[in-house]
């Protein structure tokens, strides 16, 4: 070793604070964000990208002493070489930049703490979206194979990653443009022909002139004059679609009365720290909107609100107080309620997937009503809370029909059965398409491995439902097109897909057959050595309890998935009888919970007064 | 794509100052004396200077230094990179099927030898005895690019089988022929030509001293059947032999910015401006200057995109799922695809899908990886090699070709010290 590399060795662990970055994954995450910054940040911004980079090498460095598996230390080695090596290009690097970071040798009395691990991200998503991306590019780029409404959002999130993908998505919201342009047209059809008989430029101009000196007047208004809010409201819905995002936070008097039901449609407006009381924005669209701080009725004798049906994804509730207000129905899609206060809310049917509830104050009333949605595809519960749902035994058939029909599962549902009609026959597309069918069945808790059988000739049932009702079923037909093109395959592809493999084992699970998933889960580790994700191997641990084996092996893999950060959600409410049987799984992933979201400190949040 | 969409993406990027800088080191010509008025935004400086170069067919003087300035900047890969796919997309010319040098350097040295072929008189050879530091310059920068160039090739080989056998060793596989890869080090060690070490400002990369390398083959030689040891040592030579070629490549990519053939031209007399052949060869020392350049950089792109290539191949080794792997490796597939494609000639793109697209299905089908996919990667590392090397070998016949220069160079000067 060169005597720079020596200057290089660590200090003694005890004088060192703690490493910012002690797992892979974590140095993993933190070279992809800061890869995404050097993406982001134009020539022209005058940032200086070379002290960033000498900033992450001195701290990764120091995630060495924390790894001992020489193929993590290897891979950590190659992010600090790939990051010296972009240094070096850039024009401030210097002589002294040119010295190698190297990891600090592993000090085996360090481990890892748990709460540093990164949270487990949804990147799967990526590689689905690319691989659309590449159907698309190798098909000639047809239309018929864009993505349409919140998948394209939901692909904007890897915009960059990719330049097919990029493409894609460009072309996709393109189109999507196009198709919303065509229906406006036709809708505005008489503004068009009146505007161009008066003279397009010079009445438009004027018009949007005045359309924006009426939107500050009604800003104002909503400010100033509480008897005139239904039509400040109306009005700016009505000039949304040519306005930017309305700034309507902190309004001097609440909004009282307000009744716009199924006609509110505003991008992302800003309502932070207002407060309603007996308004009705039922089905209106709201997607992106912020309620930071507000009060929804939040004073004793204040009649509720109603926000039911209404398309909420992505709104911030963050440290709102909201009381006697229904969010039956609505779409909450990835929302944030974090730190809120929740009395007498009601959520029937709502859409909570990736929605976020940590620190939540929710009281009984609440509590009842979350019992009516998917409440386990939500995250940041308290584990109180989580405990309590999973000891309630309400879920009948009619609770699970309830389920069925709500827009999340109609969803989630929807892509795969989408997919499957428009992929070739015993295709790996229609492969893909039923594995996403089972996954949806199996995380929701739907249709795992019992089902109606649908009618054969019924023309509204959707072919993947006909040919595989059950999660089991659409499992089981994707693993044989997978085989059957493996079979015709002769070039070195011949694996099993262990990703549908994974599925199948899940829903055996849930459907009391521990014994066939750790066969599964055994084979797919065969195939694997070291179990790829986390929460596999936090599947693996509970089938091997709930099969009886011995208990040193199953507490081993448990330990070690939620070490590397795993935190179950839908498997909470699907293998409940298996996780609060078992009091040590109970505490062990209790206690991850408790790590991952601890309870913070807020006073101030009691209910008021019915 | 619409130019205007490419002018507008190179304005974001570059300032008033770049631009002016640009134009005048790549056309010779005060931006707002020719082409535009300094009220103009950038966009339209941009667009009014292309367009008035493209009626000759010089456009590929102001596209060139431009997606060379992005690189000085360490831009590629970064924000600049989507900007430069968007010029080449736009103008092919700028990096796609270049002119050979070869044909270039003849060109130019038939039209210096027919003007000094011409009878001078004794003011006019005076005046340019009095100024041939410039000359010896060129003659120097060339000189050092040529060996540059020649032992670039063998620290890339070494590279290579570093790279193959600490791989090897690292995943428990036996590794014979240890001795080779000695011996290798020690040629490299000894091997750095003196031109390289005289004509750089910068001394030798700490931690990257290729002396180095003759310390750690007596250690493998001594290693014995020590795996362990062996593949720590090959890791710790690749490491250094890495970072001494990112310091020469840095020095080499700044030296060709800095090899100015202007001199053939601007030192001559004033008379000697208004011969006819004064305009060709204004024209070929500018082209050529821009093909070195853009061959510079295709050499550069192709260099970073191993490195990368090394960092996920070791991504790749480690334990994870398909969707934690997919940001690092999507865009180097992407690059890789890019850079294939500006080699129309070689049939590239086509083989770099059919690996990639593999690695695709293989993390698009599977929740978690095996080795398999490590060894697939491994695979297609291998082929890069083949590209790697024709680029570098393409690099070294230019760099062979300028070598050309120097000889006639020398003749004129003692011509005109007669």
Not at chain 1, 32 to 54: C, F, H, M, V, Y
Not at chain 1, 305 to 330: C, H, M
Not at chain 2, 347 to 361: G, K, M, P, S, V
Request: with cysteine.
């Amino acid at each position: 070793m060169s005597d720079h590399a020596q200057e290089g060795s660590p200090q003694p662990a005890q004088a060192t604070p703690a490493a910012r970055y002690q797992t892979l994954a974590a140095l993993r995450q933190a070279h992809q964000s800061l890869k995404q910054r050097s993406a982001e940040t134009p020539q022209a911004s005058d940032g200086n990208p070379a002290d960033a980079i000498r900033a992450f090498l001195a701290d990764a460095r120091r995630t060495g002493a924390y790894l001992a598996d020489p193929k993590e230390r290897r891979a950590a080695q190659g992010i600090l070489d790939y990051w010296n090596a972009e240094l070096f290009t850039l024009p401030g690097a210097g002589s002294v930049d040119f010295a190698p970071s190297l990891l600090e040798p592993c000090d085996p009395s360090l481990s890892a703490d748990p709460a540093s691990a990164p949270a487990p991200t949804d990147q799967s998503g990526l590689i689905r979206f690319t691989a659309f991306a590449r159907q698309w590019q190798s098909a000639g780029r047809p239309s018929g194979y864009l993505l349409t409404g919140g998948a394209i959002e939901q692909a904007k999130q890897f915009w960059g990653v990719d330049s097919d993908l990029d493409a894609f998505i460009r072309a996709s919201a393109v189109q999507e443009r196009a198709v919303k342009a065509r229906e406006d047209r036709k809708k505005y059809f008489w503004l068009g022909a009146v505007a161009s008989a008066a003279g397009v430029a010079a009445l438009v101009g004027y018009w949007y002139a005045s359309l924006q000196r009426n939107m500050n007047f009604y800003i104002q208004s909503l400010q100033s004059n509480p008897q005139k809010q239904a039509e400040a409201l109306e009005f700016l819905n009505n000039g949304q679609r040519w306005l930017p995002p309305y700034d309507l936070s902190g309004l001097r008097f609440p909004l009282k009365g307000v009744r716009l039901s199924g006609r509110l449609d505003l991008k992302a407006p800003n309502f932070s720290l207002d407060h309603f009381e007996d308004v009705s924005f039922t089905e209106a669209k709201l997607v992106g909107a912020s309620f930071v701080g507000s009060n929804f009725s939040f004073a004793g004798g204040a009649a509720g609100n109603d926000l039911s049906n209404a398309l909420l994804q992505q709104a911030q509730f963050r440290e709102a107080k909201i009381a006697s207000t229904s969010f039956d129905g609505a779409g909450l899609y990835r929302s944030v309620f974090d730190r809120a206060a929740l009395c007498g809310t009601t959520f029937a049917g709502a859409d909570l997937r990736r929605a976020s509830f940590w620190g939540t104050f929710i009281d009984p009333k609440t509590k009842e009503s979350l019992r009516q949605t998917a409440w386990y595809l939500a995250e940041g519960w308290s584990w109180d809370l989580v405990e309590d749902f999973a000891h309630w035994n309400g879920e009948d058939a009619a609770w699970t029909r309830h389920l069925k029909a709500s827009k999340g599962f109609k969803e989630d549902i929807g892509r795969g059965l989408d997919s499957y009609a428009k992929a070739s026959a015993d295709s790996l597309g229609q492969a893909l398409a039923l594995a996403d069918i089972a996954w949806t069945r199996a995380t929701w808790g739907i249709d795992v491995a019992k089902a109606d059988t649908p009618a054969k000739d019924d023309a509204t049932v959707p072919d993947a439902v006909k040919v595989a009702p059950t999660a089991l079923d659409a499992t089981d037909r994707a693993l044989a097109i997978v085989e059957k093109l493996n079979s015709l395959s002769d070039d070195g592809r011949r694996s099993v897909s262990a990703n549908i493999l994974d599925t199948k084992a899940y829903v055996l699970l849930q459907s009391g057959r521990a014994a066939d998933a750790v066969t599964i889960f055994e084979q797919i580790k065969a195939g694997a050595p070291q179990l790829g994700s986390s929460e596999s191997l936090f599947r693996y641990a509970i089938a091997q309890y709930a099969a009886g084996i011995d208990k040193t092996v199953w507490m081993a893999n448990l330990a070690a998935a939620l070490k590397q950060g795993y935190q179950p959600t839908h498997e909470l409410h699907s293998l409940k009888a298996m996780i609060f049987r078992q009091p040590e799984i109970e505490t062990a992933i209790g206690e991850a919970t408790m790590r991952r979201w601890p309870k913070p400190e807020i006073s101030g949040r009691d209910c008021p007064a019915p | 794509m619409p130019l205007d969409d490419v002018y507008s993406a190179i304005g974001n990027l570059l300032k008033d100052n770049d631009i002016e800088k640009i134009v005048l080191a790549s056309t010779g010509n005060d931006i707002y004396n020719v082409y535009c008025a300094p009220s103009d935004p950038r966009e339209e400086k941009i667009r009014k200077t292309i367009e008035k170069l493209a009626k000759p067919g010089n456009d590929r003087w102001v596209l060139t230094y431009i997606l060379f300035y992005l690189a000085s900047q360490g831009q590629y890969g970064q924000s600049g990179d989507k900007v430069s796919r968007k010029i080449v997309e736009a103008f092919p010319k700028s990096l796609i099927e270049l002119p050979s040098i070869a044909d270039q350097v003849d060109t130019l040295l038939n039209l210096v030898l027919e003007i000094f072929k011409i009878p001078m008189p004794l003011r006019q050879k005076l005046e340019l005895i009095t100024k041939p530091a410039s000359f010896v310059e060129v003659e120097k920068r060339i000189v050092a690019l040529r060996d540059y160039a020649a032992f670039h090739e063998t620290c890339l080989l070494l590279m290579f089988a570093l790279d193959y056998f600490e791989n090897l060793l690292a995943n428990h596989r036996e590794a014979p022929g240890l001795d080779s890869v000695a011996r290798q080090m020690d040629q490299v060690a000894q091997g750095e030509p003196a031109s390289l070490k005289t004509l750089w400002a910068e001394e030798n990369p700490p931690g990257g001293s290729i002396a180095e390398l003759a310390r750690l083959s007596a250690a493998l030689r001594t290693a014995g059947g020590d795996s362990g040891k062996a593949a720590q040592l090959l890791d710790e030579a690749q490491r250094i032999l890495r970072i001494y070629l990112l310091w020469l490549n840095r020095a080499i990519f700044r030296g060709v910015d800095a090899l100015d053939f202007v001199p053939l031209i601007s030192d001559l007399p004033g008379d000697m401006e208004n011969l006819p052949q004064f305009t060709d060869l204004v024209q070929g020392v500018r082209d050529l200057k821009t093909t070195l350049l853009a061959r510079v950089l295709k050499h550069k792109m192709w260099q970073d995109t191993e490195n990368e290539m090394t960092l996920v191949g070791k991504l790749f080794d480690a334990p994870h799922s398909p969707g934690d792997i997919g940001r690092d490796w999507l865009p180097l597939r992407s690059r890789i695809v890019w850079l294939a494609k500006l080699e129309p000639a070689q049939q590239w793109t086509e083989e770099a899908n059919r690996y990639a697209d593999t690695i695709d299905l293989k993390l698009f089908a599977e929740r978690s990886l095996d080795d398999t996919v490590a060894a697939m990667f491994e695979e297609y590392r291998n082929w890069l090699r083949g590209p790697l090397k024709s680029i570098d070998a393409g690099f070294k016949g230019d760099c062979l070709s300028l070598g050309k220069i120097d000889d006639p160079l020398q003749r004129i000067r003692q011509d005109l010290a007669l």
